[in-house]
């Protein structure tokens, strides 16, 4: 490919971006500075934020057992709904949308983001170890987005 052929490609790119930030959310305390920083982002710049919570099912029960009642889907709605309210009232310019989406939050956050303008996630601040055990959405983000990221520590 030619390098003309490639700055139209890149040109086509940046076109195609959205002015829109990204972020996750798990209900952590480090998600939801996460969220806060990212609506004060998005009120700076005039972004859309787009709020990204996923779910998975439980592999400890294998597949045909799943407890009675078992709704993560609403539960994320029950959880982001109150958070929703909240930050539409401090940032009433913001236009925010949230997607509640099945699926490991590392590669969900990651298709979410393509073509956004930035990628906000918290981090829990595990350690080492325990990133290597359970892995990092985090460290996953910031090695696989195709658009910068922030990562917040967790103050605790």
Request: proline share 5%; net charge negative; glycine share 8%.
């Amino acid at each position: 490919m030619s390098s003309d052929q490639q700055a139209r490609q890149q040109s086509d790119l940046d076109t195609k971006k959205s002015h829109r930030i990204v972020v996750g959310i798990d209900g952590s305390n480090s998600s939801l500075s996460a969220l806060e920083w990212a609506a004060r982002q998005a009120e700076f710049t005039d972004a859309s934020l787009d709020i990204v919570a996923s779910w998975e099912w439980p592999t400890s029960y294998g597949w045909s057992v799943v407890p009675g009642g078992y709704d993560p889907s609403g539960d994320l709605r029950s959880m982001i709904e109150p958070i929703l309210e909240t930050l539409r009232v401090a940032h009433p310019r913001v236009v925010v949308q949230a997607k509640i989406l099945e699926g490991h939050p590392a590669p969900v956050l990651i298709r979410e983001s393509m073509g956004a303008e930035l990628l906000v996630v918290g981090s829990r601040g595990h350690g080492e170890f325990v990133g290597m055990l359970i892995g990092s959405v985090s460290e996953h983000c910031v090695a696989n987005a195709s658009c910068p990221v922030v990562v917040f520590r967790d103050k605790a």
